[in-house]
């Protein structure tokens, strides 16, 4: 899996297909993937001021091309859980991948081994499928892991391994529209705006900054006698 959604040329791919198309005749679980790191690494650069004012949508923006779909004052619902669930908007195209590449075992099989991400630490699992991979896919992967092992394994507040994540899910996301077409753009673009709408439709109604004080007995705003007459 982690060779065909890094690779570019569509023959390639067709040619990677059929080798996992053999290998799937085999019982394989995820604990038998491998987990090598070559040399290959990113360019360590996924913190990105713009397009947003939120660096980890800027990163996924970037690597996947889609900077366009959204304007630069869209507002972030959850910013804490943004990369994971844009992992899981990758996630959703590996199987789509497979099957046009002609792995259709492969496809089945990914769905059952890859859950939906609903965390952290269901994107890690996404993330460590590719560890071994050729090309940007791998070094992003890589790059994360190395990061997490430097800050030991943060769980919030860490701006730079939620871009890597979300850079790691705009490169997969890149490769299925080369893939699958220009449609994977619309679906992309639907999802990120539920996600990041723009700032006026994402913030809340504005409250008062300032509140008249109550005030009660005779004399006050509002307390009008009553005409008993």
Known sequence: MTELVSGADPATQKALADRHLAR???PRSVKAMPAARPAERGSGTY???????SRVLNAFLHEAGVAGLLSP???VLDEQKLAPRLVELARRYFA??????GNVEGALRIVAELPEVTSERGARLV???????PGPLGAAARDYEEHR????A?????LEGQAILAAFAGRIVA????????????????????LAPPRAEGRPARKPSVRMPQVSGPGAPGDKKRNLG
């Open 149 to 152: 092992r430097k800050t030991s």
């Open 96 to 101: 789509p991948m497979l099957a046009a590449a």
């Open 47 to 53: 913190l990105r001021p713009a397009p947003t004012r």
């Open 73 to 75: 004052d869209v507002h």
């Open 154 to 158: 943060p769980e919030h507040d860490d």
């Open 175 to 194: 490769q299925a529209e080369r893939l699958l077409g220009p449609h994977v753009r619309e679906e992309v673009g639907a999802t990120l705006r539920k």
């Open 127 to 133: 993330v460590r499928r590719a560890l071994s991979a």
């Open 24 to 26: 799937a005749r085999r």
